[in-house]
């Protein structure tokens, strides 16, 4: 079992920046895909952002390409989602996930295994 717990978020004023934490415990995540996901209230969750395993590819939806970086520290067991650039329409509960069943790079949603609980990104225009 993995256990991953998001931290970082909060209020922020539009063009302003936030990093989100997602640590885990349970297993060692340098084994598995990890990702970012968000749900705006009202709307399905969606992909975010993803990296590999080795931490070499990664991937990002269109709408935060540019603006947010998805990194890994292995040795602390932590993924982090970097956003900069901030809009409204990030506005969300920004949740982290692990794939165990894949080591590249994963979009989609049903290949993670693993969640967190979430953490509210709110952004004020």
């Known amino acids: 079992q993995v256990q991953l717990v998001e931290s970082g978020g909060g209020l922020v004023q539009a063009g302003g920046s936030l990093r989100l934490s997602c640590a885990a415990s349970?297993?060692?995540?340098?084994?598995?895909?990890m990702g970012w996901f968000r749900q705006a209230p009202g709307r399905e969750r969606v992909f975010v952002a993803t990296?590999?395993?080795?931490?070499?590819?990664?991937a990002y939806a269109d709408s935060v390409k540019g603006r947010f970086t998805i990194s890994r520290d292995n040795a602390k067991n932590t993924v982090y989602l970097q956003m900069n650039s901030l809009k409204p329409e990030d506005t969300a509960v920004y949740y982290c996930?692990?794939?165990?069943?894949?080591?590249?790079?994963?979009?989609?949603?049903?290949?993670?295994?693993?969640w967190g609980q979430g953490t509210q990104v709110t952004v004020s225009s």
């Open positions: 996930a692990a794939s165990i069943r894949r080591r590249t790079v994963v979009t989609e949603e049903t290949l993670y295994d693993y």
């Open positions: 349970g297993r060692t995540l340098s084994s598995y895909a």
């Open positions: 990296r590999s395993a080795s931490g070499v590819s990664t």
